[in-house]
């Protein structure tokens, strides 16, 4: 049976993740981003973000995947447009509308298009749109807000296994459409209005967000009173209420969604007169928690001035090389402006980190940066990292503390090799 051709808007994580996934899945699909250089590369085969397995896919399926910086191609073949533009944050803790607007801006009246919204907006961005397509007499495009919550690192896995689909539409065809492109794939279609499906996925992360932000705080108070939150978290996962997923303690969450996604909807909720308390306490403890690996280091270190401190990843988590909101970039600056020496090592994130943590050392290998360091920081679980032989680690660095940022070593082979281990709520 042949599958629906449909277009993709911004070939970003999400949009080029979720063009490889319907090609694999049988659509012809036909890619556009204003970023001239971006679909030159992409035509050429380079992808350009570290995504595992999305090279092969994309190669596997290029007959199948078209990119153009022109909305014509799509607009002809495709019914479907699948909007996957940034939405970042502005100074105001808002989303910045602009990308999508500008989408809307470029589309031409139509009876037999639909809108198909995967970047995350604030809730009420579907009234908003359509207000603004039926100002510019194009009212009968139609509108679907289709979430996404696909994960850097394990994106294709998580586009082909999705938890749930949600479709929010005010009826007709284009819902039923969306509904059976995600067919194959077999999970819950979650049909709803525009603005539930909206809100379905901020609450989604702002909880998952406050589910990491109270592990660490209760990270925190397990250093206070000697017990130690891995077990804790073990204990508590197992309670089918509570689940064991986003229950992993340390250096805080990172990347473009989670911090963004929580201010927003904590704005979004100012903006309409409700105070939404939880939210400002999971951001000041998120960023707290970035700061606390360098009271830890002073604890063992003493003052910092002039000592050399290795950071072990920088990239928000691993197998990726994204380093919004990673937690690696305000630990650097607090250590250098502590007056400490700071190395670091990231086997992908590398080009992208150096721009960002000007000041900062960076090096070839992981042995290279802990050479003659007062203390090791494991900032990204990548396995490499976690793998490291400690013994050598031992030989290489100058001092003897090893801070695990994420709770992801062993601490018996660490204190095998004669080094002082530190986890994040660990006795
Ligand atoms: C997240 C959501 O999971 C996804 O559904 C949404 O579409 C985009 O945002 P992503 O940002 O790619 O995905 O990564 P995720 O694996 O969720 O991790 C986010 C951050 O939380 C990372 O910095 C990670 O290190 C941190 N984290 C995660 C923890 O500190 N503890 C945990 O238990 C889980």
């Known amino acids: 049976m042949s599958r629906a051709p449909v277009g993709v808007i911004g070939t970003g994580y999400v949009g080029l993740v979720t063009a490889a996934g319907f090609a694999e899945l049988g659509s012809e699909v036909w890619c556009v981003d204003v970023d001239e250089a971006k679909i030159a590369a992409l035509r050429a085969g380079q992808i350009p973000i570290h995504e595992p ?7 596997e399926q290029r007959d199948r995947l078209h990119f153009s910086t022109d909305l014509g191609p799509a607009l002809e073949h495709a019914r479907l447009l699948l909007v996957a533009v940034g939405t970042p944050p502005t100074y105001s803790g808002d989303a910045d ?3 999508v607007l500008a989408v809307v801006d470029s589309l031409p009246a139509s009876d037999r298009h639909a809108l198909v919204m995967k970047s995350t907006v604030p809730v009420g961005t579907g009234t908003t749109v359509r207000r603004l397509l039926a100002d510019q007499g194009k009212g009968e495009l139609a509108y679907v807000s289709c979430p996404e919550f696909l994960r850097e690192g394990s994106a294709l ?18 819902g039923d459409a969306v509904a ?10 979650i049909r709803t209005d525009v603005s539930s499906a909206e809100m379905v996925k901020l609450a989604s992360n702002a909880f998952l967000a406050t589910k990491i932000s109270f592990i660490n705080e209760i990270a925190n108070v397990c250093e206070e009173t000697g017990a130690d939150v891995v077990e804790v978290a073990r204990g508590m996962g197992l309670d089918g209420r509570i689940g064991s997923s986003f229950l992993h303690a340390g250096l805080g969450f990172g990347g473009s969604c ?7 909807l904590k704005q979004l909720a100012g903006n309409s007169g409700y105070h939404f308390q939880l939210l400002g306490a999971v951001i000041e403890v998120n960023e707290l928690q970035k700061r606390r690996v360098v009271a830890k280091l002073e604890k063992h270190l003493g003052h910092l001035v002039g000592r050399r401190i290795a950071l072990l990843g920088v990239a928000f988590k691993p197998d990726t090389d994204d380093m919004r909101e990673a937690s690696s970039l ?17 086997p992908v994130a590398e080009e992208r980190a150096r721009e960002l943590m000007p000041g900062v050392e960076f090096s070839q290998t992981a042995l290279d940066a802990l050479a003659g360091a007062d203390a090791a920081v494991l900032v990204t679980e990548w396995p490499e990292l976690v793998g490291l032989d400690w013994s050598r680690a031992a030989e290489a660095m100058g001092g003897s503390l090893v801070v ?24």
């Open 258 to 264: 989670f911090p963004k996604d929580v201010s927003a």
């Open 157 to 174: 896995r998580d586009f082909r296994h999705p938890d749930r689909v949600v479709i929010g539409d005010d009826g007709g065809w284009a």
């Open 180 to 189: 059976e492109l995600y067919a194959p794939l077999g999970a819950p279609a």
């Open 97 to 99: 509308l602009s990308a």
């Open 404 to 427: 695990d940022g994420r709770n992801a070593l062993d601490p018996g082979a660490v204190r095998a090799a004669g080094l002082t281990y530190e986890g994040i709520g660990r006795p």
């Open 53 to 59: 397995g999305l090279e092969e896919v994309v190669a």
């Open 330 to 346: 305000v630990l650097s600056a607090r250590l250098l402006a502590e007056g400490a020496r700071v190395h670091a090592y990231d």
